[in-house]
């Protein structure tokens, strides 16, 4: 038997093999300008694989132009777009990681404010700053909240051209060298908001009872997975409950789970909640440390998919407990990655698997193991 803490085991999907459990996971940086990465996303996402981290996602990405969240996410609507997402990926497999792309339309929270400006709806102050309005799209016409815009309902034809642009934006991932791609359901996005009663009230095949609801998901996922290598893992982002009695519930996303699996997708990716409003959390429950884990537990045990865990997961102990126990497979590092970048490395040294900085770049490895020896120099009087 291994010492080896679960969270530092490699783990391998398909024919990829990620180092770790650790996987820093897809946080929109609302900083890319006409769907192009810029060098803000270079550095920001570089230093998560300099930091030890085993899988690192690039953040939403938009498969049409108006399916962007803001006017600053990123996208893989056009093949002018593959070259910035290239750099992300060579360099984060030149330091050990494996890049991983999420791709997905915003659907009725399309085209809304940086969040740093309202988080909302556009208004004539962001009009001032160039970021115009579009219209949104979504299953029905039915807005996000109150004073939101009124979306217009996606027609047969509209859905045919959306996965043909999801399968085209899956070609431009694999080209810009991705080992992972991410189908994003979850948050009250347009794929979300197809699975939730509470925003889809279409009586065609595309809505109804939750065969009809998870049609759309379901077909997405499975035009990716044709699109994506065979070798190549496919992950699929859930909100795994809506919050509401009357929205997606855990036994549904249970039920999905079961249908992705059979189509190849390789990973449930397990949140909650968004189908309101602009909170990613919102009426998910409480928010305290791991309070999404049980979702995650329930697709893995249930439906016998692997899954991730994510949400408030902050410390190693917290980790190693959840991937010990069987709850997940993988454990996803959001905020406190930007609050410590370094943060798999650090957690390799409280996990006692690195007492030497052995697992750290050389060009700064070296320089703290030199520290460590001579520390009484570091030292005040």
């Known amino acids: ?9 490699p783990i391998t999907l398909r024919g990829i093999t990620a180092r770790n459990r650790v996987v820093i996971s897809p946080m929109c940086q609302y900083a890319a300008h006409e769907g192009h990465l810029e060098d803000w996303h270079l550095v920001n996402l570089g230093r998560f694989a300099m930091g030890g981290a085993g899988i690192v996602f690039t953040e939403a990405t938009a498969v049409q132009k108006d399916g962007r969240i803001t006017h600053g996410c990123p996208g893989l609507w056009a093949d002018s777009q593959i070259i910035g997402h290239a750099r992300v990926a060579q360099f984060a497999l030149a330091h050990g990681a494996i890049p991983a792309v999420q791709l997905g339309h915003a659907g009725r929270k399309s085209g809304m404010q940086r969040p740093w400006f309202g988080n909302g709806p556009l208004t004539e102050a962001d009009f001032a700053r160039g970021d115009m309005p579009w219209r949104p799209v979504g299953p ?39 080992k992972i791609v991410e189908v994003h359901g979850a948050h009250g996005y ?115 998919l692997s899954t991730m865990a994510v949400g408030l997961i902050t410390h190693p102990e917290q980790a190693e407990e959840i991937l010990a126990t069987g709850k997940a497979d993988l454990i996803a590092i959001g905020r406190e990655a930007l609050v410590d970048p370094m943060w798999a490395l650090h957690a390799a040294q409280t996990l006692g698997h690195d007492t030497d900085y052995g697992t750290w770049p050389a060009q700064s490895g070296w320089w703290l193991a030199v520290r460590d020896k001579t520390s009484d120099l570091y030292r005040p009087e």
């Open 140 to 178: 029905s016409e039915i807005p996000v909240a109150e004073g939101w815009p009124v979306p217009h309902a996606l027609t047969e034809e509209d859905i045919a051209a959306l996965i043909a642009d999801f399968v085209a934006a899956t070609r431009r991932a694999g080209a810009a060298g991705y």
């Open 190 to 304: 347009l794929l979300h908001s197809f699975l939730s009663p509470l925003s889809n009230k279409r009586t065609d095949r595309y809505g109804g009872d939750r065969e009809g609801r998870m049609r759309l998901a379901l077909e997405v996922a499975e035009a990716v997975r044709a699109a994506w290598p065979e070798e190549l893992p496919v992950f699929f982002r859930i909100s795994a409950v809506d919050g509401d009695p009357q929205g997606w519930t855990l036994p549904d996303t249970v039920e999905l789970a079961k249908r992705m699996k059979a189509l190849g997708v390789d990973v449930m990716d397990c949140s909650s909640s968004g189908i309101a409003g602009a909170a990613t959390a919102a009426g998910g429950g409480k928010r305290q440390p791991g309070f999404q884990v049980p979702f995650a537990e329930a697709v893995r045990q249930e439906a016998e």
């Open 1 to 9: 038997m291994t010492d080896t803490p679960r969270l530092f085991r």
